[in-house]
């Protein structure tokens, strides 16, 4: 097994297959990281992997925040100068709170905008002639709350009445 590392804190930006398996079969995660120490660590320890494993840098799990745009071609804010990563794991992460240890939380408490951290390690992979290095998610911490990104859950509990004999009432015209 290869050498695990703790990330430095980043911005969820795509959650929602912490819950449940995507159509992979994998939980996954990806997260904008700003420019630090422990993000150079984790470029490094994916360097050490790819070299390792094929003898050279080959394709790495770090992506350009800047390559991801809105329509007009300007860098997403919540990307804008930041590495972008994707976890992905076969086995269900476990996810904690801020308190740590026994603070557990609901994945579905992790939403695009929240900030985490997670307990990661890269692994080697040769598929159809290509070769490359991806992340795999072991842990996830949620660290604080921010702004949300995109569309949250829609809260059917406050957009529909109750339903009566004669009708719907409506809580937006009552």
Known sequence: MSQQILSGIGR???GQN???VD???KYSVKIAFEPSDELDSMIKLAEETSQERFGKVVDLPFKDGNAATDDSGKPWSWTKDKTV???RTKIKPSI???GGGADVID???IYNGSYARVVADFYGWEYQKKKGVSASLHALQFYKHGDPIGKRKF???TAFGAATETGMVSPIDG
């Open 12 to 14: 969820v930006l795509w």
């Open 18 to 20: 912490l819950a449940e």
């Open 23 to 25: 159509d992979n079969g």
């Open 85 to 87: 990563i994707i976890f």
């Open 96 to 98: 904690i709170g801020p």
């Open 107 to 109: 994945p579905e408490d």
């Open 155 to 157: 809260d059917a509990t």
